[in-house]
T-cell receptor, first 113, second 112 residues
């Protein structure tokens, strides 16, 4: 049948809980990864990045974990707040001089007050 | 405010019209991008410009024509579009290709 839209995985959490959003990337040659947050009606906003020579990086309330063995990236948000409700995208850079960012489908995070 | 400004924010055009989307960045970046975001697909990279030269064209139909007159401005010229081209068109810039990209708010395009 005809697709009516992109069905995003949805994560629903209680305010104050920790959130973990997962992403499987496609290219083992990718050497740079970014997490973006997109709120309704806005463009994607940078959250945190990590290079392939690291397996963990921390920011303010956020942590990104990289597992190159299984090509898996995760974003952990501590003490999730209603303002964190958005769609979260991971992006990978295949590397090279062109260095294009390729985005995943996204995960919708809903925070219940 | 990310330093990347897109105009217009909303655009409705007929299939026979010609229109242009504009993007301006005030960040001193060398790379600029056009992405398409539709309800049916993930963010799709359309075009990449580095130092005003096009370095990537991801098999985008010729009815979409980009122009980068200088490192601060990027245009997307549209003509004879199809209804399936209705989407959010996002412009982004980065210091160099492959580094952190800053996005504009997008232009919501509806083709009727």
């Amino acid at each position: 049948g005809e697709s009516v839209g992109l069905h995003l995985p949805t994560l629903s959490v209680q305010e104050g809980d920790n959130s973990i959003i997962n992403c499987a990337y496609s290219n083992s040659a990718s050497d740079y990864f970014i997490w973006y947050k997109q709120e309704s009606g806005k463009g994607p906003q940078f959250i945190i990045d990590i290079r392939s020579n690291m397996d963990k990086r921390q920011g303010q309330r956020v942590t990104v974990l990289l597992n190159k063995t299984v090509k898996h990236l995760s974003l952990q948000i501590a003490a999730t707040q209603p303002g964190d409700s958005a769609v979260y995208f991971c992006a990978e850079n295949y590397g090279g001089s062109q260095g294009n960012l390729i985005f995943g489908k996204g995960t919708k995070l809903s925070v219940k007050p | 405010e990310t330093g990347v400004t897109q105009t217009p924010r909303h655009l409705v055009m007929g299939m026979t019209n010609k229109k242009s989307l504009k993007c301006e960045q005030h960040l001193g970046h060398n790379a600029m991008y056009w992405y398409k975001q539709s309800a049916k697909k993930p963010l799709e990279l359309m075009f990449v410009y580095s130092l005003e030269e096009r370095v990537e064209n991801n098999s985008v139909p010729s009815r979409f024509s980009p122009e980068c007159p200088n490192s601060s401005h990027l245009f997307l010229h549209l003509h004879t579009l199809q209804p399936e081209d209705s989407a959010l068109y996002l412009c982004a810039s980065s210091q160099e290709t492959g580094t952190e990209a800053f996005f504009g708010q997008g232009t919501r395009l509806t083709v009727v």
